[in-house]
């Protein structure tokens, strides 16, 4: 089950590595932080991908940053989200999005079981900036 806030507060909780996964318009990026606070990052770039394209971005992008050693994550997406279903309603830049429950496909496309948090690129930036001021 993924649903706005209470995922993503657990994220923030936890002392075990997390990864963050943005999916643009042009790309894919993912950071990951470890227990310590250590970061690493990724981004794999496209051109307006079908979902099976944006699938496979996604999991390069988190591969690329470690994402085994990770018990939790959190994903980004453009366009308009259904909170309570985590599912993109309307995505202009990914047409490819609409419809799509963007926290299972991340879950499913890069085998991860942990803890998943679906937010829209604009309350990401929000929730972002105020967690670091």
């Given amino acids: 089950m993924f649903s ?5 507060r657990a994220v923030l ?3 075990m590595g997390r990864i963050g996964i943005d999916i643009g318009g042009s790309g894919v990026k993912a950071v990951r932080l470890d227990e310590t606070g250590r970061r690493s ?3 794999v770039p496209y051109i307006t991908p079908d979902i099976d394209a944006l699938a496979s971005a996604i999991s390069e992008a988190a591969g690329e940053v470690g994402l085994r050693t990770t018990d939790a ?3 980004c997406a453009p366009g308009v ?3 309570k279903r985590g599912e993109v309603v309307h995505a202009v830049n990914l047409p490819c999005l ?3 429950r963007v926290g299972e496909l991340v879950a499913k496309t890069c ?3 942990g803890v998943g948090a679906v937010l829209t690129d604009a309350i990401a930036s929000g929730l972002g900036s105020w967690r670091l001021a």
């Fill in 73 to 75: 994550f959190g994903v």
């Fill in 98 to 100: 609409s419809g799509v």
């Fill in 4 to 8: 706005l806030y209470p995922e993503f």
């Fill in 41 to 43: 990052c990724a981004r």
């Fill in 81 to 83: 989200l259904d909170q």
């Fill in 111 to 113: 085998g991860m079981q």
């Fill in 13 to 15: 909780g936890r002392h």
